[in-house]
Every structure is written in structure tokens, then in C-alpha cells.
């Protein structure tokens, strides 16, 4: 009984806030009438029909914005189908979702041996761009020094919030800009999907901050977000001169990473917790198991720990025409390192990046210290309120003894 009124209360609770939140919206778009910022919101697809009938009275007002501002755009799209150099679009030109499973691949006998998610990543694995729910073609207008990108999924809000205050605030230092976007595919909740779409796209009405694709976010489906990141950036960021590329619960000095770029030009580069001839793993229960008939090599070539990276622009457009090589493959981060193989590049290898945490004296009081991580540029993994401290603490006066122990770097 109890349980049924409680979830009675869950539910006018969260058609409250739900409320609240649409009319905050609507009451923001109607009343923002200074020009959008760089980076604006431009859906290009149809969001998912909505039975309420308050929220399609809102859809119906945001379509209006979203058509009035999106005609606009459609010359652009329009002469966006001549393709610029090397085969790459002025705009997102994948417009529609044409991704269904590839019943062919039953019919191998390697197919049937496979785990369920195994097989399910099979079938789809031949889709790799998908349309856009959120773009913002506007974000790399201008020279960008460094543009912050960020694995997210819709539910952790609290991350990018704790991001935007600390290591992915967007701002301008000594004249290099500095841009941040996250980037996510739909929940994987399909019941809760609608309603988790809705506060994403007020929070990127806010924020102006969130590269969305019609795709779902899950493990294997992280590929899916690099491959679609940088045809997104080879499209629209031309003048965008490095890239940090990482997860949303990292610690990360913003200021490290720019010291460390002030250094010589490095052509191709590609820095962070490189990892030399890994072992596929073959245990069942692994969260990063994979088959033998996905990969039957012994080692994986050269890859670096997808956690956070540096790379710049040149390389970043080369990766791309690599990646249109290969098919993918269910490892976000060990796929990065299959298309440096194919362009004969070697990742760098960085002690200040800790993507596989903090390894040797695991248990150490000192792994916590802001003395270490004043030193690092990259520190997997934190919660948010951690993160928040720790990025208070090295921010404050603090005195650290002029050399950390060997044994930690
Ligand atoms: C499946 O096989 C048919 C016939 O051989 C082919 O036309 C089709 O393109 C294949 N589908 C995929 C997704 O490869
Ligand atoms: C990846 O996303 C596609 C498109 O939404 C979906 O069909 C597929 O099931 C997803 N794959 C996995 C492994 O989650
Ligand atoms: C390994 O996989 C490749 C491509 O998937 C295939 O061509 C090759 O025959 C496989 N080698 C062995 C020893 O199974
Ligand atoms: C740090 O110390 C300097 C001088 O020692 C002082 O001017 C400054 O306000 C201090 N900053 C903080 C955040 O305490």
C-alpha cells in the first residue's frame, strides 16, 4: 500500500518538476530575445511524440522556433551537399536514420557462439553516422586554442555541472580560447526516454554546450561517439588547433595541459596514458571481454587510455579518413589506436596522465593529495564532490615541497 502511494507521490512529484521545467523553458525562449550565442541549438530531427498534452502544446512552440530557425539554415544545408575538399560536408548531412540489424551476419557459424551483447553489437555494427538531435555548428567559430570534449550520458548532469565549474569552464587565457562540448547519445532507459530528453535539451538551452546524436549511449556503443565526433569536428572546426577528448569523471588541469602544449609543435600528436602491446581480454565476465571472432590478434596495436587525450587538429582530421577504413570496433579507445596503426602514427606517452588511476602505491594517503595532482593533467576517476575539493584545494595558496617521490610520476 505504502509503495503504491509513494510511487503515486513519485510520479505528481515528477510531473511537478516536469512542469516547472517546461515552463521555465518556454518562459526562457519567449523572453530571450538577445541574439543566440555561437553555438545554438539547431535540432535537425523530429524529437518523439509526447502523449501530454501540455508538453505537445510546448513542442508545437518549439518546433516554431526550431522551423523558423532551422529554414534559415536550409540554404546552408542545401549547397552544404557539395562537398567541400576530401570528401568532407559543410554541414551534418545525415539526416535521416537508416540503421537495421544485418540479418546476413546470422548466417555465419562464428554468430551464434556469440554472447547476446555480442550479437546485438554485431548486428548494428555496420551504422556508424547518425542524425543529430543537438548540434551546435557554431562552437568552433573563430580561432579555438582548445576545445574540451566530453563523454557524457544524459543522466549525469551533475558531472558536466562540476565540469563547467572546474576543468571544462569555457573562458579565454592570455588570448587562447578555451570550448567545451559534451557529447551524447539517447538514453538507453526507453521508457524514461522522453522525459530525460526534455531536461537535456534545457539544460543545453542553457548551457549551449551538447552534441547529441540519434544513437544509444552504451558501453560498446562509445565507438559510435568517436567516429561521429570527429566527422562532426572535420566538418565544422576548422580553426580549432588542439583537442582534449575525455571522460566525464576525470580530473583534469586545464592549466597543465596548456603548459604542456606552450612546448615544441608536435606534428601528429597524440598524448596521454599509452598502453604498448595489450592483451585483448579473453575472460567471459571482463567488462572489456571480447570474442575471438571479433579480434583474433595477441596484442592490440599501440593505444592510449580513452579516460582523457591530447590530440590537435591536423591529426584529428587524418584519424577521421582512417577511421572510414576500419569497421568498428567495440573498444572506444583501443579503436583510436587501431586508426593510428593505419596512419603509422605512435600515441605519446605522458606520466602526468593517469587514466588507468593511480596504479603504483595504490593505497597510498598521497594519491589523494592536491599536491600530486597539481602536478598531473589527467586523474581518472572522481566524484563530483571530490573533484570540486580537489579542484578547490589546488586552487587555493597552496605549498607543495618542490619535488614529489619518483614513485608517484
Ligand atoms: C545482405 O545481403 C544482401 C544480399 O546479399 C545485400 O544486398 C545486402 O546489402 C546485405 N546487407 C548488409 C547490411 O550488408
Ligand atoms: C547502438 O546504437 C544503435 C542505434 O541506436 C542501436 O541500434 C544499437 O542497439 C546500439 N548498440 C549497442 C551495443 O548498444
Ligand atoms: C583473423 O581475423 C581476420 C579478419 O577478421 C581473418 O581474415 C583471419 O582469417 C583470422 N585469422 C585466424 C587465424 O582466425
Ligand atoms: C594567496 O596568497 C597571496 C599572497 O600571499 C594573497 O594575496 C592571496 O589573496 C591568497 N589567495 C588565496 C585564495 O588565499
Redesign the pocket.
Known amino acids: 500500500m505504502n509503495i503504491w502511494r509513494s510511487r503515486r507521490l513519485l510520479k505528481l512529484y515528477c510531473a511537478i518538476c516536469c512542469a516547472i521545467v517546461l515552463s521555465l523553458t518556454v518562459f526562457h525562449r519567449s523572453y530571450n530575445v538577445s541574439p543566440e550565442p555561437t553555438g545554438a541549438p539547431v535540432r535537425l530531427d523530429r524529437a518523439p511524440r509526447v502523449q501530454n498534452r501540455g508538453i505537445s502544446q510546448f513542442r508545437d512552440y518549439a518546433l516554431k522556433q526550431v522551423v523558423g530557425r532551422r529554414s534559415k539554415s536550409l540554404g546552408v544545408m542545401v549547397s552544404g551537399r557539395d562537398r567541400g575538399g576530401k570528401g568532407v560536408a559543410k554541414q551534418w548531412d545525415v539526416l535521416t536514420n537508416n540503421?537495421h540489424p544485418n540479418h546476413n551476419i546470422t548466417r555465419a557459424n562464428w554468430f551464434n557462439d556469440l554472447d547476446a551483447?555480442f550479437k546485438?553489437?554485431v548486428l548494428?555494427r555496420h551504422?556508424r553516422y547518425?542524425p543529430m538531435i543537438l548540434n551546435h555548428p557554431k562552437k568552433c567559430v573563430g580561432d579555438v586554442y582548445l576545445l574540451i570534449v566530453v563523454k557524457s550520458i544524459i543522466t549525469q548532469y551533475h558531472r558536466r555541472e562540476v565540469i563547467r565549474q572546474t576543468w571544462g569552464k569555457e573562458m579565454e587565457i592570455d588570448g587562447k580560447r578555451i570550448k567545451t562540448l559534451f557529447l551524447l547519445?539517447?538514453s538507453s532507459n526507453v521508457n524514461e526516454r522522453s522525459h530525460y530528453q526534455k531536461l537535456l535539451e534545457y539544460e543545453d538551452r542553457l548551457y549551449g554546450d551538447i552534441l547529441q546524436w540519434?544513437?544509444?549511449d552504451?558501453f560498446?556503443?562509445l565507438t559510435?561517439k568517436e567516429v561521429n565526433f570527429l566527422k562532426w569536428f572535420s566538418t565544422y572546426c576548422h580553426r580549432v588547433q588542439h583537442i582534449f577528448k575525455g571522460d566525464d569523471d576525470v580530473f583534469v588541469s586545464t592549466e597543465n595541459i596548456l603548459e604542456y602544449l606552450k612546448g615544441p609543435g608536435i606534428p601528429n600528436l597524440f598524448v596521454g596514458d599509452t598502453l604498448h602491446k595489450a592483451r585483448p581480454i579473453r575472460k567471459k565476465d571482463n567488462k572489456y571481454y571480447v570474442p575471438l571472432a571479433l579480434y583474433n590478434k595477441t596484442f592490440y596495436p599501440s593505444y592510449v587510455g580513452g579516460a582523457g587525450f591530447v590530440t590537435n587538429q591536423a591529426l584529428a582530421r587524418k584519424l577521421y579518413q582512417a577511421s572510414e577504413t576500419l569497421e568498428l570496433y567495440p573498444i572506444d579507445d583501443v579503436f583510436l589506436g587501431m586508426c593510428l596503426e593505419v596512419l603509422g602514427v605512435s600515441p605519446i606517452s605522458h606520466s602526468g596522465f593517469k587514466t588507468f588511476g593511480i596504479v603504483r602505491n595504490k593505497n597510498s594517503k598521497m594519491n589523494s593529495d592536491p599536491c600530486l595532482y597539481k602536478h598531473m593533467l589527467v586523474v581518472h576517476k572522481l566524484l563530483t564532490a571530490e573533484l570540486l575539493e580537489m579542484w578547490a584545494a589546488i586552487h587555493s595558496n597552496l605549498t607543495c615541497s618542490l619535488k614529489l617521490p619518483r614513485t608517484f610520476i
Do not use: A, V
Open positions: 540503421c551483447k546485438e553489437y548494428y551504422c547518425f547519445g539517447t540519434d544513437f544509444t552504451s560498446f556503443n559510435l
